[in-house]
T-cell receptor, first 109, second 117 residues
Framework: RKEVEQDPGPFNVPEGATVAFNCTYS??????FFWYRQDCRKEPKLLMS???SGNEDGRFTAQLNRASQYISLLIRDSKLSDSATYLC??????????FGQGTELSVKP | DTGVSQNPRHKITKRGQNVTFRCDPI?????LYWYRQTLGQGPEFLTY????????KSRLLSDRFSAERPKGSFSTLEIQRTEQGDSAMYLC???????????????FGQGTRLTVV
């Protein structure tokens, strides 16, 4: 089993749609969780950290379910500019950050 | 610019040659990571440092790969006897968690794109 697994992509959605990405992780001792965004041929950049109680930043909502070892990212009212690859990242105990394979999102007009 | 800096940005080398990449992290960031990324995949963990100590090296990494962070500031990644399969983007990231604390946001450099011909 991979340490961090994401929904396979790509996701093709129209502008204004709501889209959800899922991610599972294997190490129950993991303490830190993040969603990163990566544009084509660019470096990954932090989108948001994921907190135990769930957190929201504008159109983006992240949830953590420790019991199921599951993380999600919800994007509401998708914009063309949201088109990118979304990477789930988990601290695999001891500080090693492990990335999922990424889910590509394409928002169409 | 006080972000993570990687050099060179691009490297083309012949199979069998050795290459070395440099990463300058954000000043005072105590943790430094190296990743490798190929098209359509997420960044693959290679190794990471807490200050000058190398804490872990991926089991997937052959002995041809070595990394150092001698003074706890910049780091180098060397690949010996390069192979075509080493062609990838090599990314460096740094962060500043509290010692033995949970990980915090990692900031990435723009990467070094290696092409082995």
């Amino acid at each position: 089993r991979k340490e961090v697994e994401q929904d396979p992509g790509p996701f093709n959605v129209p502008e204004g749609a709501t889209v959800a990405f899922n991610c599972t992780y294997s190490n129950s001792a993991s303490q830190s969780f993040f969603w990163y965004r990566q544009d084509c041929r660019k470096e990954p950049k932090l989108l948001m950290s994921v907190y135990s109680s769930g957190n929201e930043d504008g159109r983006f909502t992240a949830q953590l379910n420790r019991a199921s070892q599951y993380i999600s990212l919800l994007i509401r009212d998708s914009k063309l500019s949201d088109s990118a690859t979304y990477l789930c990242v988990v601290d695999n105990q001891g500080g090693k950050l492990i990335f999922g394979q990424g889910t590509e999102l394409s928002v169409k007009p | 610019d006080t972000g993570v800096s990687q050099n060179p940005r691009h490297k083309i080398t012949k199979r069998g040659q050795n290459v070395t990449f440099r990463c300058d992290p954000i000043s005072e960031h105590n943790r430094l990571y190296w990743y490798r990324q190929t098209l359509g995949q997420g960044p693959e963990f290679l190794t990471y440092f807490q200050n000058e100590a190398q804490l872990e090296k991926s089991r997937l990494l052959s002995d041809r790969f070595s990394a150092e962070r001698p003074k706890g500031s910049f780091s180098t990644l060397e690949i010996q006897r390069t192979e075509q399969g080493d062609s990838a983007m090599y990314l460096c990231a740094s962060s500043s968690p509290a010692d033995s604390g949970p990980s915090t946001e990692a900031f990435f450099g723009q990467g070094t794109r290696l092409t082995v011909v």
